[in-house]
């Protein structure tokens, strides 16, 4: 797969990651990635997707990873997991994977460019929106690991919880792991 940029998307300060050239069995070709502009996502990265009733009765925080292949319009063609979310919301993932629309990647010479970019979908703790925020539809954008004045529950096995908190709860700081990304997931396409 001949692409212009392998971009990795973060939403919050734990969303980082240095993707190597191979995902799984897949050889990916980077071209003029030196001077290309990574593709950039319209959708308000605070925004927070839907959840099931099962994420939340769990009220666990949890966070899918998708690769998904940009054309050089800026559409997503098809998505990838590198991680599921669980907790029944991995059509949700895909459904919001697939409604991101990008200010496509462009190459050395300004042409736009597919690429293929890592995203994350991430959904807090159900109760500790609520709790903190008064609502399930929207995050606050992040400020160095804090939201505005709010601190962030601690990443799972960071260590024990503080039981007496008003609603302990683990954060899914995960990242994916490119190098060992499941061959056996398939592409989904629209």
């Given at each position: 797969m001949r692409l212009a940029a392998l971009a990795v998307i973060a939403v919050s300060s734990t969303a980082a990651a240095e993707p190597p050239p191979t995902v799984?069995?897949?050889v990916i070709e980077i071209h003029g990635h030196t001077n290309v502009t990574m593709p950039r996502p319209h959708r308000d990265q605070t925004l927070v997707p839907p959840?099931?009733?099962?994420?939340v009765l769990s009220d666990a925080w949890t966070r899918a990873w998708l690769m998904l292949e940009v054309d050089a319009t800026g559409v997503v063609r098809r998505v990838k997991f590198l991680k599921r979310p669980g907790y029944g919301l991995d059509?949700?993932?895909v459904k919001?994977?697939?409604q991101q629309?990008?200010?496509p990647a462009r190459d050395k010479d300004g042409n736009p460019a597919a690429s293929l970019?890592?995203?994350p979908v991430e959904w807090p703790s159900h109760d500790w929106l609520v709790a903190r925020?008064?609502?399930t539809q929207r995050m606050l954008t992040p400020i160095w690991g804090w939201y505005g004045t709010l601190a962030l529950p601690p990443c799972k096995g960071s260590g024990p919880l503080q039981l007496e908190s008003v609603d302990p709860v683990y954060r899914d700081c995960s990242v994916p792991n490119l190098a060992h990304a499941d061959a056996s997931e398939t592409w989904i396409t629209r």
């Open positions: 799984g069995n897949e959840y099931t009733d099962s994420a059509a949700i993932a919001w994977a697939f629309t990008f200010d970019v890592v995203y925020l008064g609502t």
